[in-house]
């Protein structure tokens, strides 16, 4: 039985874009395959224009010749779906979506909920910057409720949100959509699934619920929202998953989205026909396969046991006062200060300093919600977090 009992997708979705007819392309029609020939799509029939491997400046150069450049790439990547379903644990490839990096989800997501100028979009500081740049460019409203931040937990405050919800939706200014982080960004925290499913049960409210798990990799599986929607049917809820972290495959701007199959649809019809390239496909492809995955747990394992070791040695350092938020991520949050307070000047003297003179850039967050003093460090090969720690160390004591 699919949740919440309330739940219309004919209320959370703009009635225009029920009604589109989506745009078909030739290959929605016709797959190409051996002994087929395509003259559908006006492609070139003469194949690409590239030089060949034999008169390439390096061998690098001829590595996608074989994929059929010429033609449209699939719309559908059937297959790569197939390799997510098995393994995030889904049972549909009609429960995924494929986007150009999940900013292309986050966007889509706006258009089809959101009618410009009249409704709103609740988000939670500190948090992923691109919510509110595509509710300006959306015009969308941004409604803010800030994490819980005492003690650098930053959990959501999840009463405020449903009151804040509840009286929205009495209002003439809805609120359509709401976006949780989880990891968090900038705070590594993790929603616990009881504060989602506390917010997905909210009678009053008949937007969509998006829970981002960019970072969900570098937690556990047992953590993910997926399993709320796989296992409780939430109709009302998008899970964001990406290659661009866990799987090291950000320049090639693959998202996910995993929601029913009735919104995957929807957001299906209004997608550009040919979003997804195939050479990004053929390398997601390469990172699903068996080899892949063991590849990429691996790789998760090794920097997972170095972000532990990163934590415990920022901690160490006179003028680090503390590791903010969950840690349940590819970074950890580094605050500045001493005798319980962050400082944001001494913190964006480091963060300048060590870039401009020690070739070692980290991120400034000093100036987001409950992260006073607060430098982002990615999490790097060991010989990059011993570096960080190492410079990190002397400029501090140079400035006591």
């Known amino acids: 039985m699919s949740k919440p009992a309330h739940f219309s997708v004919q209320k959370a979705i703009r009635a225009n874009v029920l009604a589109l007819?989506?745009?078909?392309?030739?290959?929605?029609?016709?797959?190409?395959?051996?002994?087929?020939?395509?003259?559908?799509a006006n492609e070139n029939a003469l194949?690409?224009?590239l030089p060949s491997p034999a008169a390439a400046a390096s061998s690098d150069?001829?590595?996608?010749?074989?994929?059929?450049?010429h033609r449209?790439?699939?719309p559908t990547h059937i297959p790569i779906k197939q390799l997510l379903c098995d393994l995030r644990a889904v049972p549909s490839t009609d429960n995924f979506f494929l986007g150009?990096?999940?900013?292309?989800?986050?966007?889509?997501?706006?258009?089809?909920?959101?009618?410009?100028?009249?409704?709103?979009?609740?988000?939670?500081?500190?948090?992923y910057g691109m919510y509110s740049v595509c509710a300006q460019v959306n015009d969308v409203g941004v409604v803010k409720v800030e994490l819980d931040a005492e003690g650098g937990r930053f959990t959501p405050r999840v009463d405020e949100i449903n009151k804040t919800l509840s009286a929205a939706a009495k209002s003439d200014n809805p609120i359509k959509l709401l976006f949780l982080c989880s990891p968090g960004n900038p705070t590594g925290t993790l929603i616990p699934l009881d504060d989602i499913r506390a917010?997905?049960?909210?009678?009053?409210?008949d937007g969509l619920v998006v829970v981002d798990e960019a970072y969900i990799d570098f937690a556990s599986d047992k953590d993910s929202a997926v399993r709320l929607l796989v296992d409780e049917g939430w109709e009302n809820l998008v899970i964001m998953q990406t290659l661009s972290k866990g799987f090291g495959l950000a320049a090639i701007r693959l998202?996910?989205?995993?929601?029913?199959?009735?919104?995957?649809?929807?957001?299906?019809?209004?997608?550009?026909?040919?979003?997804?390239?195939t050479p990004t496909a053929a390398l997601a492809l390469r990172a699903l396969s068996p080899v892949g995955i063991s590849k990429f747990r691996t790789n998760i394992a090794t920097l997972?046991?170095?972000?532990?070791?990163?934590?415990?040695?920022?901690?160490?350092?006179?003028?680090?006062?503390?590791?903010?938020?969950?840690?349940s991520a590819n970074f950890l949050m580094a605050q500045v200060g001493k005798g319980g307070k962050g400082d944001n000047d001494k913190a964006k003297k480091v963060y300048f300093d060590m870039a401009t003179d020690e070739n070692v850039v980290v991120r400034f967050r000093g100036m987001e919600f409950g992260c006073e003093g607060c430098l982002r460090i990615t999490v790097g090969t060991k010989a990059e977090c011993e570096r960080v720690i190492d410079r990190l160390t002397e400029l501090l004591k140079g400035y006591a």
Request: hydrophobic share 40%.
């Open 304 to 327: 997972v046991d170095n972000r532990e070791w990163l934590k415990v040695e920022l901690l160490k350092i006179p003028g680090i006062m503390a590791v903010l938020g969950g840690g």
């Open 199 to 205: 917010i997905l049960a909210n009678p009053d409210y």
């Open 72 to 74: 449209y790439p699939s």
């Open 21 to 40: 007819q989506p745009y078909r392309c030739a290959r929605d029609d016709f797959e190409g395959g051996p002994g087929v020939v395509l003259l559908d």
């Open 100 to 127: 150009v990096g999940s900013d292309e989800v986050i966007d889509l997501l706006f258009r089809i909920t959101c009618t410009p100028g009249k409704d709103r979009v609740l988000i939670c500081p500190p948090t």
């Open 255 to 277: 998202g996910i989205a995993i929601s029913s199959p009735h919104l995957i649809q929807i957001l299906n019809n209004i997608k550009a026909p040919y979003n997804i390239s």
């Open 47 to 49: 194949g690409h224009a």
């Open 61 to 69: 150069e001829g590595a996608f010749d074989e994929l059929d450049l």
